[in-house]
């Protein structure tokens, strides 16, 4: 059966669906998590929270991406469906803290395998041309969230109780998956007919591990560098260091596998062209969200805002995102895809310097800040879409699942990273009590990375389709 007697409308639906639930679910919990400590108690595992869905994530997305290389992308898109609809259950029950970490586990465990499963069916389900388009639906299905998640998970802690933050994801989750079903069935039909190509190097599954465990110890180092009062404790320093050992031994095996020695040195390198599109998505990713860790509370410390107001800046960052998705697939898309990673990234370096200029002459109009996190959330919209967009057209059908997954490794590595050198500067400058310092410090750091992502983007050149 042809694809294109199956209903993809059908399929783009229940996929939105999908990406709706677990950001709306990411969105949310922050909000919810506050009232469910003070209901489970034991505090001192409020970070773990969070730190675990990210190891289940990053874990289960490198894991996802060898199994949908091998047994197509519906395997990891089903049973992450399941794992997740399973953490939602059991956060929602949680009795005890400890039952609740099992919950987030299950939900990143579930997060990883979906995230992953829908970018290898994107690359077999629609042609290269439709791609834009519904890459710009995703990026609005991941922003609404952050308008609408946290008033409804406020008032749903207010009015029934934190547990139906988790309960109220689950209608969208099993709408996601009806919506699926036989256009999975059909392209599940597909991929065994299509399956006799050449298979990748697999990767290996310790070094998945090793990389959740090593990102989930630096965004941990991160949260405590955050927290940090005076001198840092010896915790921190063994974060740090536990990280970077897994990191560098863990990442490695997950990069594209080499091209075969008989390879013409004439013929384009495509390994080459996708560890430039991972650097510039590191290098994207961790400026931006090492800015907007900090964002709020330099609004707090120096304009005095109060955290509403502060919390309401970042959503006019998810504003520029959005609108950057939708003229990425429309406005520009006559403009290659390298190209337009360039400019993303060029104008996150001005949004951030704009932040930074903010944050160094505190005098100046507060405005300047809020367009320059316009600009930056404009930037993210063209280049972590486009970024995706260059890894499935520079993939072979059955490197899918591993080049996206080590896509999703730059992104959360770097977000880490910068996360904590942002937590750095602001532990050994904060105490000073001179916030402009501080502050100018920190977004300098990160126009820094990002100007750096210049030059690595620079280097991606023109992208010849695979897929």
Not at 27 to 40: E, G, I
Not at 231 to 257: E, F, H, K, Q, R
């Amino acid at each position: 059966m042809e694809w294109r007697i199956v209903a993809k409308k059908s399929l783009v639906v229940g996929l939105c669906a999908g990406v709706l639930a677990i950001a709306f679910e990411a969105m949310s919990v922050s909000t919810a998590m506050p009232a469910a400590a003070d209901d489970l108690g034991q505090k001192e595992l409020y970070a773990w929270v969070f730190s675990l869905f990210v190891i289940g994530m990053m874990a289960t997305t490198v894991i996802g991406g060898r199994i949908a290389d091998r047994h197509g992308p519906v395997v990891p898109l089903y049973v992450g469906f399941g794992a997740f609809a399973v953490g939602l259950l059991v956060s929602g029950f949680a009795p005890t803290m400890a039952v609740l970490l099992l919950g987030r586990t299950l939900q990143g465990i579930g997060s990883g395998l979906i995230n992953i499963g829908w970018a290898v069916v994107l690359a077999h389900a629609f042609e290269q041309s439709e791609r834009p388009k519904i890459m710009g639906l995703f990026s609005t299905c991941w922003v609404v969230p952050s308008f609408v998640g946290p008033p409804i998970s406020a008032w749903l802690t207010r009015t029934l109780s934190w547990h139906w933050v988790f309960f109220s994801v689950l209608p969208i989750l099993v709408v996601a998956a009806v919506l699926c079903a036989r256009p999975l069935a059909v392209l599940r039909q597909q991929h065994n007919h299509d399956a006799d190509g050449e298979q990748p190097q697999p990767v290996p599954y310790w070094a998945a591990l090793a990389t959740g465990l090593g990102v989930a110890a630096l965004q941990f180092a991160g949260q405590q560098f955050a927290d940090a009062q005076g001198s840092l404790p010896v915790t921190i320093w063994l974060a740090l260091l536990v990280g970077a050992v897994l990191l560098v031994v863990g990442v490695p095996p997950l990069l594209p596998a080499r091209e075969p020695r008989d390879q013409s040195p004439s013929q384009p390198s495509h390994r080459r062209s996708l560890l430039a599109v991972l650097g510039a998505r590191f290098l994207i990713a961790g400026p931006f969200f090492g800015a907007q860790s900090f964002l709020p509370l330099m609004m707090v410390e120096q304009h005095g805002w109060s955290l509403l107001l502060a919390g309401g800046l970042l959503t006019i960052g998810a504003v520029g995102w959005t609108t950057a998705s939708w003229v990425q697939s429309r406005s520009i898309s006559w403009l290659p895809r390298g190209r337009i990673i360039l400019v993303g990234n060029v104008a996150l370096v001005i949004g951030l310097a704009m932040l930074g200029l903010g944050a160094s002459v505190p005098a100046l109009w507060v405005g300047v800040i809020a367009i320059g996190w316009v600009v930056a959330g404009f930037s993210m919209g063209l280049a972590v879409t486009s970024t995706s967009l260059a890894v499935l057209s520079l993939s072979a059908p059955l490197a899918q699942g591993r080049n996206n997954a080590a896509l999703q490794v730059s992104d959360n590595l770097g977000s880490s990273v910068l996360v904590a050198v942002a937590g750095t500067i602001y532990a050994a400058w904060h105490p000073s009590g001179n916030l402009s310092l501080t502050y100018g410090i920190l977004m300098a750091a990160m126009v820094t990375a990002s100007v750096v992502g210049v030059a690595m983007s620079s280097r991606i050149g023109p992208l010849r389709s695979l897929a």
